[in-house]
């Protein structure tokens, strides 16, 4: 049978005092009272909470000893306490105001409750005629008060409501009915709207339902099958138990039965020896005497030869580590409400340092329509020390993006946490050096790493060490005094040998470097230099090269390599497997990519940088010096706060703002090409001509 949803008859009085509503307040039941209705029914429910019963719903109850204002004297808003409640006018009356009352011949057989009677009384239901005013029967209710917001009669107009703004009803009434109307119109998508929700609720609930079924029955599975395997290897020790046990006893077995053996000789030959001593024929004993001390001599060489301790000391060992068994049990698998991979820190990766006291943003991209467990992401960023600086999360529009940001308050060494629901989400946590602010206005050359020969290239570790690419055929590495420490490579054609080392890129511990001539990308250990692997070859097809030169990388396993002929950009997985080309409109050079996940390119025949989106895809931008300056750019490197170092062939260092306006030119410089930053903001740049590094 259909649930029967007729809405209940709609009155236009407020069901207390029987009045138009002045002030109408709407409880969570739908039931509407007046203002001043409620604030006399709490009052009157005694309740020490803040919550308040409807007085339709759970019916109120008068306190005789509360303290009620005369309803009748309460115009000069100055009455005196109520001592009776008239039943039919439904109003509280002071003793003056029942006096006066009972002398009323229309309303002397009015029925009178006197509130000092009961300990209380339950409220009856007053019917007024809605046209007639409730303190003036006579009068019908002809005015609307804009101010008070309730009708009312020509007699309360010049008491009640004098100066307010009061107009004739049925004007008001139109306009209010229209206006009503349009509410009503307002409100048609609302209940489809809302219909269609629950039923998606509805059905969600049936899903969790269903999906809860079906991960207990996969943890319950689960959990029989690891019994399984503890049951089989308990077996497994009981049996390798048994085994080493009875291998014990048969050996101490044989030793027993060697004792009892010659404990049965001794004692034969004892007797034996005894029992011919006692013999009185000289000749009988003489005959026997060699075979008896022969006899007796074998057991006791054979005592001394026989060991009389245990050999086997009985012991049968175990090494059951249950602590360490225990605590990955109950570190075994989890339950969560959403999928820990579907989240990722999407951008704010390519660059490991940020700024003290200024704030850096982190993007990080959530899956589509989940914005509501977005809100369990939790960013803490834990300095080296392990004191905490919490971040704050900020959802974007589309819900599919959340902005994660913190700003730093010291110098040092960071991480980065992102969570969910305690589980770090892809990307977290990450490793972040956190500098003082420069002034890239007064750069100054800070030292110089000579590397003897031709570089092109140049990277700083985490550790300090600078790594400078060699004409002479390997990658140099100093210490951060300048001292030359150790060589990477050597020149060949072979593996971990180089014919033109040009670009440098460091991620983690990995070492990659470009090789212009041999047409390939080889990593090592950059604390070893031990040679790993290699990819690319000559050619113009995907994971070929031709003259491939700078490198960089978006802090996600992406590694972009410039292929200077091919003109185009080709993308890489940490393991060299390829993702895909982004081709340019010219010859790069160079690549950058900044905390927004945008790829910068040193486009060296067009004399500017051309930009593209974090996926590669779409190209959003091409820049040049204000000036247009850029002549034959080669080299680029871009700081935490998006200031841009520009290397031209011309002997300049260009140092452009965020928003490209040239805040710096560093001259007199020979041939400057590749360019690196330090955890600390220094910028280094591969001088060629001269064969150094420079330190700003």
């Known amino acids: 049978m259909a649930e029967n949803t007729s809405p209940e008859p709609i009155t236009v009085t407020c069901e207390v005092c029987s009045e138009y509503y002045t002030e109408p307040l709407m409880l969570p039941c739908l039931h509407s009272f007046c203002k001043k209705c409620l604030i006399k029914a709490k009052e009157k429910q005694c309740s020490a909470d803040a919550s308040l ?21 309460s115009v ?37 409750v006197d509130l000092g009677i009961k300990e209380s009384f339950e409220l009856p239901v007053i019917k007024h005629n809605e046209k007639c005013c409730p303190r003036h029967p006579r009068e019908e209710l002809l005015y609307y008060c804009k101010d008070c917001e309730k009708l009312v009669c020509r007699n309360c107009l010049p008491i009640k409501h004098k100066d307010h703004d009061c107009v004739e009803h049925i004007d008001e009434g139109e306009a209010a009915r229209k206006a009503l109307k349009e509410s009503v119109a307002s409100c048609d998508g609302v209940i489809p709207l809302v219909t269609e929700a629950i039923a998606n609720g509805e059905k969600m609930l049936e899903q ?15 959990f029989e099958e690891l019994k399984a395997v503890l049951d089989k290897r308990c077996n497994n020790l009981l049996m390798e138990t048994e085994e080493i046990a009875s291998a014990k006893m048969n050996s101490i077995k044989k030793q027993l039965d060697g004792f009892c053996k010659l404990v049965k000789h001794v004692s034969h030959g004892r007797h034996f020896a005894s029992s011919v001593s006692e013999r009185t024929d000289p000749g009988e004993v003489l005959s026997v005497k060699k075979l008896i001390t022969n006899q007796l001599e074998e057991c006791i060489e054979e005592c001394k030869k026989l060991p009389l301790e245990i050999e086997d000391k009985g012991a049968i060992l175990t090494c059951l580590d249950t602590p360490t068994l225990s605590k990955e049990i109950n570190e075994f698998g989890s339950v969560s409400e959403v999928d820990i991979a579907a989240y990722s820190i999407d951008s704010g990766l390519a660059i490991p340092l940020a700024t003290v006291k200024k704030e850096r943003k982190f993007k990080v991209a959530l899956p589509a329509g989940i914005d509501k467990a977005a809100s369990y992401l939790k960013p803490s960023f834990i300095k080296s020390d392990g004191s905490k600086e919490e971040g704050r999360v900020v959802i974007v529009n589309d819900n599919n993006t959340a ?8 110098i040092g060494g960071y991480e980065l946490s992102v969570t969910i629901r305690g589980h770090h989400i892809k990307g977290s946590p990450y490793q972040l050096s956190v500098k003082a602010s420069r002034d890239y206005t007064t750069l100054t050359n800070q030292r110089s790493f000579n590397v003897g020969n031709n570089t092109y290239g140049v990277a700083v570790h985490t550790n300090g060490e600078v790594f400078a690419s060699s004409m002479g055929g390997f990658v140099q590495v100093f210490s951060e005094d300048g001292t030359a420490v150790r060589r990477i490579g050597s020149k060949g054609n072979g593996d971990g040998e180089f014919g033109c080392p040009w670009g440098l890129l460091l991620v983690g511990d990995r070492l990659y470097v470009s090789d212009n001539n041999l047409s390939c990308v080889q990593y090592f250990s950059a604390t070893t230099g031990q040679y790993i692997d290699q990819f690319g070859s000559y050619g113009n097809k995907n994971r070929e090269f031709s003259r491939p030169l700078g490198m960089s990388t978006d802090g996600k396993g992406n590694i972009f390599v410039a292929d200077f002929n091919n003109k185009r950009v080709q993308v890489f997985k940490e393991n060299s497997t390829f993702v895909q080309p982004i081709q340019c409109d010219g010859t790069a050079s160079d690549v950058a990519v900044d905390n927004e996940g945008k790829i910068h390119f040193t486009i060296s025949d067009q004399n500017h940088v051309q930009v593209f989106s974090p996926d590669g ?7 040049n010096d204000p000036a247009g300056n850029f002549n034959y750019p080669d080299g680029i490197a871009i700081d935490d706060e998006g200031y841009i170092f520009v290397s031209t062939n011309n002997g300049y260092i260009h140092v452009l703002s965020p928003d490209r306006k040239q805040v710096k030119l560093i001259s007199g410089l020979s041939a400057p090409w590749g360019g690196a930053l330090d955890k600390d903001g220094y910028i280094y740049v591969a001088e060629y001509n001269n064969s150094r590094i420079v330190k700003y």
Do not use: M, W
């Open 208 to 222: 969790i339902a269903t999906h809860k079924e079906e991960v207990s029955k996969e943890i319950k599975e689960t």
């Open 617 to 623: 895809k779409t190209h959003l931008d091409t820049y």
């Open 53 to 73: 019963k409807c007085p339709t719903c759970d019916t109120s109850k008068i306190v005789s000893k509360e303290a009620i204002s005369c309803d009748k004297c």
């Open 76 to 112: 000069d808003d100055s009455s005196d306490a109520a001592v009776v409640y008239c039943c039919d006018c439904g109003q509280f009356l002071c003793d003056l105001c029942k006096k006066v009352h009972k002398r009323s011949k229309k309303e002397a057989n009015h029925e009178l």
């Open 403 to 410: 902005i994660v940001s913190c700003t730093p308050q010291s």
